[in-house]
């Protein structure tokens, strides 16, 4: 009998193939440079769809992978069975607890609003068009990150299907060990169907963008070095350099241009936020500044970054110290005098809450880097994706000197080697995670990570 025909024998409500209409849509992602083709998919209407396919995948020995929003994939898939849980979107906001408890096919763009209505704000990332599982199980690094930290500090449970558990509550109180490997271990326990998390009672920051000319990034970037650790635990930075189009959705002060944008997001009165963004307008006028107060439901605009979806090369690296010499070597490959075909490069700074789990013992690596390194390269006319992996690389190893041990899984790109990947966590977290995974999927059912990299199991394996 067939996987297919199996899977719809125990009740899985959706099995499609790719001859079926739906299937090319169930699999849609933002990377449409990566192909993702299974030979099943199963799209999953409610938890059970879930819990029966997992049981079905147990008994065949079948690998699975898992697809939220498509965010993340660091390979093609072109076999195997795939589960999506992009139907499981409800959201239910309880005010008196501040907590959302949250489907896990969601983007944060339903969850931040629902919040809002309440006077609430959920820990999400800089783009809330992302999924909510994937973001959360990598840790979660959002714009207000050094006030609040990692978003996954506010995960208060998972209900998670295992090959070796089924159905499952995962809390500090219940199985705490998985609970802790959840949170910024990314995957390779099975498939979460639900998450509830603890909201912020807040519902407006100071929020928005500093934007700098070309000419200007020499003295932004080394203002920004002196400047950016120096901020009080309520506020959090980072700094990109842009290529934008010329289009018309594009500001006009800045549209087609090569610009330096400061984001900037704080907790304080605008008036506090005035005086500590005074060193970078004192070192160059922007051509824009757009920060003031902001209701929380925008949290978006503070970084702007992408919702269509695109073909996309990128890569990551952690920072332990932006010095004069970083600058110089980053600028000179990937300044706005380089050629490289790059769309964004940028630094997130991490303070203050960043380096303190407040949700307990977690599995999120990278606390310790002063700043993450983000190296993007969208698809441009004629530049093949080869090219742009190079360049991707090309910026990222000008860095190497001041390169930290650890990175953030959730910004490992396919320009990253697999030691990147498995350098997403210290050998202590590593081994954690393996004994985690081998308890509760011993056939290794679920890939880790989300797609296998070139010589990743050598550096995994316990």
């Known amino acids: 009998m067939s996987l297919s025909t199996t899977l719809r024998q125990a009740g899985v409500s959706r099995v499609l193939e790719p001859r079926d209409d739906g299937y090319s849509d169930a699999v849609a992602g933002f990377d449409t440079g990566q192909p993702i083709r299974p030979d099943i998919v199963v799209d999953a209407q409610t938890a059970a769809d879930v819990a029966s396919a997992v049981a079905v995948a147990a008994d065949h020995t079948t690998k699975v992978t898992v697809l939220g929003s498509g965010h993340g994939l660091l390979r093609p898939i072109h076999h195997g069975l795939a589960i999506t849980v992009r139907s499981l979107t409800g959201v239910r906001i309880d005010p008196a607890a501040r907590t959302a408890t949250i489907g896990a ?3 944060w763009d339903p969850v931040v609003a629902a919040a809002a209505q309440h ?7 800089s ?16 714009p207000l990150i050094s006030s609040i930290g990692f978003s996954s500090d506010y995960v208060l449970s998972f209900d998670v299907v295992t090959p070796a558990d089924g159905p499952i509550t995962v809390s500090a109180d219940s199985h705490p060990e998985l609970f802790r490997a959840m949170r910024g271990g990314k995957c390779g326990f099975g498939v979460v169907t639900s998450i509830v998390v603890r909201l912020l009672p807040f519902s407006e920051i100071v929020g928005g963008g500093l934007f700098f000319a070309a000419e200007d990034v020499p003295k932004v970037l080394s203002t920004y070095a002196e400047w950016a650790p120096g901020l009080p635990a309520t506020s959090t930075t980072s700094v990109a350099l842009l290529r934008l189009p010329a289009v018309d959705t594009v500001p006009a002060e800045i549209r087609g241009r090569h610009i330096a944008q400061v984001r900037f997001a704080s907790l304080d009165p605008i008036s506090n936020s005035d005086s500590q963004l005074a060193a970078l307008t004192g070192a160059a006028r922007p051509l824009l500044n757009t920060v003031g107060p902001l209701p929380y439901a925008r949290i978006g605009t503070v970084h702007n970054d992408p919702t269509e979806p695109m073909p996309v090369a990128n890569g990551t690296a952690s920072l332990d110290k932006l010095t004069p010499a970083t600058i110089d070597a980053l600028l000179t490959a990937a300044g706005p005098d380089s050629d490289l075909p790059l769309s964004s490069v940028e630094i997130r700074t991490l303070g203050h809450a960043a380096h303190q789990p407040t949700g307990g013992d977690d599995s999120v690596g990278g606390r310790s880097a ?26 990222l190893d000008s860095t190497t000197p001041w390169q930290g041990p650890t990175t953030l899984i959730n910004f490992v790109g ?44 050598s550096g995994l394996s316990a």
């Open 105 to 107: 096919g969601c983007s």
């Open 119 to 125: 006077g609430l704000a959920a820990p999400c990332g």
């Open 127 to 142: 783009a809330p068009s992302v999924g909510v599982t994937g973001y959360l199980l990598g840790g979660g690094c959002g």
């Open 370 to 395: 002063s700043h993450i390194l983000n190296v993007y390269a969208a698809q441009a006319a004629g530049i093949a994706d080869d090219t742009r992996l190079a360049a991707v690389r090309t910026a």
């Open 414 to 457: 396919r320009a990253n080697t697999a030691a990147a990947v498995a350098g997403s966590w210290s050998v202590e977290q590593r081994d954690r995670l393996v004994k985690v995974r081998r308890e509760h999927d011993p056939d290794e059912l679920f890939a880790f990570p989300p797609q296998p990299v070139d010589g990743l199991a």
